[in-house]
Protein backbone atom coordinates (compact mmCIF):
# COMPACT_ATOMS: atom_id res chain seq x y z
CA UNK A 1 0.00 0.00 0.00
CA UNK A 2 1.45 3.62 -0.73
CA UNK A 3 1.60 6.78 1.37
CA UNK A 4 -1.17 8.29 -0.52
CA UNK A 5 -3.22 5.59 -0.19
CA UNK A 6 -2.27 5.04 3.89
CA UNK A 7 -3.06 8.90 3.87
CA UNK A 8 -6.58 8.51 2.64
CA UNK A 9 -7.49 5.39 4.54
CA UNK A 10 -6.49 7.32 7.89
CA UNK A 11 -8.79 10.49 6.84
CA UNK A 12 -11.59 7.56 6.96
CA UNK A 13 -11.81 7.70 10.37
CA UNK A 14 -11.12 10.74 11.23
CA UNK A 15 -13.11 13.91 12.66
CA UNK A 16 -16.22 11.09 12.96
CA UNK A 17 -16.40 11.15 8.90
CA UNK A 18 -16.85 14.60 8.68
CA UNK A 19 -13.80 14.83 5.72
CA UNK A 20 -16.11 12.60 3.51
CA UNK A 21 -18.88 15.53 3.86
CA UNK A 22 -16.92 17.95 3.56
CA UNK A 23 -14.63 17.53 0.64
CA UNK A 24 -16.64 16.11 -2.30
CA UNK A 25 -16.75 19.45 -4.85
CA UNK A 26 -13.86 21.40 -3.59
CA UNK A 27 -10.32 20.82 -3.15
CA UNK A 28 -9.57 17.41 -1.59
CA UNK A 29 -7.20 16.39 0.93
CA UNK A 30 -5.94 13.99 -1.32
CA UNK A 31 -5.14 16.60 -4.01
CA UNK A 32 -2.88 18.50 -1.02
CA UNK A 33 -0.97 15.04 -0.30
CA UNK A 34 0.03 14.67 -4.33
CA UNK A 35 1.36 18.47 -4.72
CA UNK A 36 3.38 18.28 -1.15
CA UNK A 37 4.67 14.75 -2.28
CA UNK A 38 5.46 16.38 -6.25
CA UNK A 39 7.22 19.78 -4.03
CA UNK A 40 9.42 17.25 -2.04
CA UNK A 41 11.05 16.25 -5.22
CA UNK A 42 10.56 19.03 -7.44
CA UNK A 43 12.97 20.66 -4.43
CA UNK A 44 15.08 17.99 -3.38
CA UNK A 45 18.69 19.25 -3.08
CA UNK A 46 21.77 16.49 -3.28
CA UNK A 47 24.03 18.07 -0.44
CA UNK A 48 26.37 15.02 -0.24
CA UNK A 49 26.85 11.47 -0.88
CA UNK A 50 23.72 9.01 -0.11
CA UNK A 51 21.92 12.33 1.22
CA UNK A 52 19.62 14.12 -0.16
CA UNK A 53 17.73 17.15 1.53
CA UNK A 54 14.12 18.54 0.79
CA UNK A 55 11.79 21.08 2.50
CA UNK A 56 10.03 20.44 6.01
CA UNK A 57 8.41 23.83 6.04
CA UNK A 58 4.74 23.91 4.17
CA UNK A 59 2.27 26.49 3.06
CA UNK A 60 -0.58 25.57 1.62
CA UNK A 61 -2.67 28.29 -0.19
CA UNK A 62 -6.18 28.36 -0.52
CA UNK A 63 -9.03 30.59 -1.50
CA UNK A 64 -11.37 32.02 0.77
CA UNK A 65 -14.25 29.33 0.45
CA UNK A 66 -11.71 26.28 0.55
CA UNK A 67 -9.67 27.91 3.78
CA UNK A 68 -12.87 28.36 5.83
CA UNK A 69 -14.03 24.96 4.70
CA UNK A 70 -10.11 22.93 5.75
CA UNK A 71 -9.20 25.58 8.79
CA UNK A 72 -12.14 24.18 10.94
CA UNK A 73 -10.10 20.13 10.37
CA UNK A 74 -6.53 22.43 10.11
CA UNK A 75 -5.09 20.99 12.90
CA UNK A 76 -6.10 17.21 12.47
CA UNK A 77 -5.17 17.50 8.73
CA UNK A 78 -2.17 18.98 9.12
CA UNK A 79 -0.80 16.24 11.18
CA UNK A 80 -1.77 13.74 9.00
CA UNK A 81 -0.57 15.82 6.03
CA UNK A 82 2.78 16.13 8.09
CA UNK A 83 2.92 12.40 8.79
CA UNK A 84 2.36 11.57 4.91
CA UNK A 85 5.17 14.20 4.21
CA UNK A 86 7.73 12.21 6.45
CA UNK A 87 6.40 8.53 5.47
CA UNK A 88 7.17 9.81 1.69
CA UNK A 89 10.28 10.80 2.33
CA UNK A 90 11.60 7.62 3.95
CA UNK A 91 10.55 5.99 1.70
CA UNK A 92 12.10 7.96 -1.14
CA UNK A 93 15.23 8.39 1.08
CA UNK A 94 15.11 12.23 1.45
CA UNK A 95 16.00 13.83 4.67
CA UNK A 96 14.92 17.21 6.31
CA UNK A 97 16.72 19.85 8.16
CA UNK A 98 14.13 20.25 10.94
CA UNK A 99 10.77 19.27 11.85
CA UNK A 100 7.75 19.13 9.12
CA UNK A 101 5.61 21.60 9.56
CA UNK A 102 2.13 22.27 7.61
CA UNK A 103 -0.30 25.21 7.73
CA UNK A 104 -3.15 26.69 6.04
CA UNK A 105 -3.22 30.03 4.33
CA UNK A 106 -5.72 32.06 2.84
CA UNK A 107 -5.12 34.20 -0.27
CA UNK A 108 -7.51 36.16 -2.51
CA UNK A 109 -6.10 35.19 -6.23
CA UNK A 110 -7.52 31.72 -6.11
CA UNK A 111 -10.78 30.28 -7.21
CA UNK A 112 -12.44 27.52 -5.42
CA UNK A 113 -11.03 24.08 -5.66
CA UNK A 114 -7.89 25.62 -6.59
CA UNK A 115 -4.59 26.10 -4.07
CA UNK A 116 -1.10 26.57 -4.45
CA UNK A 117 1.76 25.30 -2.22
CA UNK A 118 5.29 27.03 -1.55
CA UNK A 119 8.09 25.49 0.76
CA UNK A 120 11.28 25.99 2.11
CA UNK A 121 13.90 24.32 4.49
CA UNK A 122 14.00 25.52 7.66
CA UNK A 123 16.61 24.58 10.11
CA UNK A 124 15.82 22.84 13.38
CA UNK A 125 17.66 25.24 16.04
CA UNK A 126 18.46 23.59 19.71
CA UNK A 127 20.21 25.73 21.98
CA UNK A 128 22.71 23.71 24.09
CA UNK A 129 23.57 26.24 26.52
CA UNK A 130 21.60 26.34 30.19
CA UNK A 131 23.55 29.19 31.46
CA UNK A 132 21.36 31.92 32.69
CA UNK A 133 21.35 35.66 31.38
CA UNK A 134 22.60 38.00 33.71
CA UNK A 135 20.56 39.55 35.61
CA UNK A 136 19.29 43.21 35.38
CA UNK A 137 21.70 43.60 31.82
CA UNK A 138 19.55 43.29 28.50
CA UNK A 139 20.67 40.39 26.84
CA UNK A 140 21.63 40.26 23.16
CA UNK A 141 20.15 37.75 21.26
CA UNK A 142 19.59 35.86 17.67
CA UNK A 143 16.58 35.63 15.36
CA UNK A 144 16.66 32.12 14.09
CA UNK A 145 13.60 31.17 12.09
CA UNK A 146 11.02 33.68 13.63
CA UNK A 147 12.55 32.42 17.20
CA UNK A 148 14.67 34.34 19.80
CA UNK A 149 17.72 32.66 21.09
CA UNK A 150 19.48 35.02 23.82
CA UNK A 151 23.01 35.04 23.94
CA UNK A 152 23.70 34.01 27.67
CA UNK A 153 27.55 33.24 27.87
CA UNK A 154 30.11 35.29 27.21
CA UNK A 155 31.33 33.16 24.25
CA UNK A 156 28.52 31.45 22.14
CA UNK A 157 29.60 28.75 19.81
CA UNK A 158 27.15 27.92 17.26
CA UNK A 159 27.19 24.86 14.76
CA UNK A 160 25.80 21.23 14.14
CA UNK A 161 27.64 19.24 16.21
CA UNK A 162 26.70 18.50 19.84
CA UNK A 163 29.89 20.05 21.63
CA UNK A 164 28.14 23.62 21.01
CA UNK A 165 25.96 25.93 22.46
CA UNK A 166 23.64 26.53 19.70
CA UNK A 167 23.10 23.70 17.21
CA UNK A 168 21.74 23.99 13.58
CA UNK A 169 20.26 21.16 11.60
CA UNK A 170 21.73 22.36 8.34
CA UNK A 171 24.08 20.17 6.24
CA UNK A 172 25.50 23.44 5.27
CA UNK A 173 26.35 24.48 8.68
CA UNK A 174 29.68 22.55 9.62
CA UNK A 175 29.98 20.71 13.41
CA UNK A 176 31.86 24.38 14.65
CA UNK A 177 31.33 27.01 12.36
CA UNK A 178 31.15 30.39 14.35
CA UNK A 179 31.59 31.91 17.63
CA UNK A 180 30.09 34.90 19.02
CA UNK A 181 31.56 36.62 21.67
CA UNK A 182 29.40 39.39 23.27
CA UNK A 183 30.70 42.17 26.35
CA UNK A 184 29.27 45.74 27.11
CA UNK A 185 28.33 47.11 24.21
CA UNK A 186 30.48 44.96 21.44
CA UNK A 187 29.98 41.65 20.20
CA UNK A 188 32.15 40.14 17.21
CA UNK A 189 31.25 36.93 14.94
CA UNK A 190 34.70 34.87 14.37
CA UNK A 191 34.95 31.83 11.73
CA UNK A 192 35.86 28.91 13.19
CA UNK A 193 37.58 27.47 10.23
CA UNK A 194 33.83 26.61 8.86
CA UNK A 195 33.80 24.38 5.38
CA UNK A 196 30.89 27.39 4.14
CA UNK A 197 32.73 30.13 5.40
CA UNK A 198 30.47 33.33 7.32
CA UNK A 199 28.90 35.93 5.80
CA UNK A 200 27.35 39.01 7.68
CA UNK A 201 25.68 42.11 5.91
CA UNK A 202 26.28 40.61 2.27
CA UNK A 203 30.25 39.92 3.07
CA UNK A 204 32.43 37.10 3.21
CA UNK A 205 34.12 37.66 6.81
CA UNK A 206 36.64 35.68 8.50
CA UNK A 207 36.07 38.66 11.95
CA UNK A 208 33.11 41.15 12.02
CA UNK A 209 31.62 43.68 14.67
CA UNK A 210 28.02 42.81 14.77
CA UNK A 211 25.42 45.93 15.22
CA UNK A 212 22.07 45.52 15.87
CA UNK A 213 20.11 44.33 13.00
CA UNK A 214 23.42 42.38 11.41
CA UNK A 215 22.12 39.87 9.09
CA UNK A 216 24.55 36.41 9.41
CA UNK A 217 24.33 33.47 6.94
CA UNK A 218 25.78 30.38 8.16
CA UNK A 219 25.30 27.63 5.43
CA UNK A 220 21.55 27.98 4.14
CA UNK A 221 20.24 29.10 7.40
CA UNK A 222 19.72 33.10 8.27
CA UNK A 223 20.51 34.36 11.88
CA UNK A 224 19.76 38.08 12.84
CA UNK A 225 21.77 39.91 15.67
CA UNK A 226 19.44 41.22 18.72
CA UNK A 227 21.46 44.10 21.01
CA UNK A 228 18.54 42.80 23.38
Known sequence: MGVLQR????????????????????????EIASALQRECTDRAAIVSRG????????????GHH???RLSVYAQPLCSELASMV????????????????????????????MFRVRSQALAGVVPMAAAA??????????????ARHPLTKPVMTI?????????????????RHAEIRAGGDTAI??????????????????QAPLRDGSVIILGNTTLIFRTG
Not at 159 to 175: A, H, K, M, Q, T
Open 189 to 206: ITDLGSTNGVIVDGRPVD
Open 159 to 175: GRGLDVDLRIEDPGVSR
Open 66 to 68: DYE
Open 133 to 146: PPAGRPVAYLEING
Open 7 to 30: FERRLQGLVDGAFAKAFKAEVQPV
Open 51 to 62: RTIVPNDFVVEL
Open 86 to 113: TEYAQEQGYSFVGPVQIRFERVDDLETG
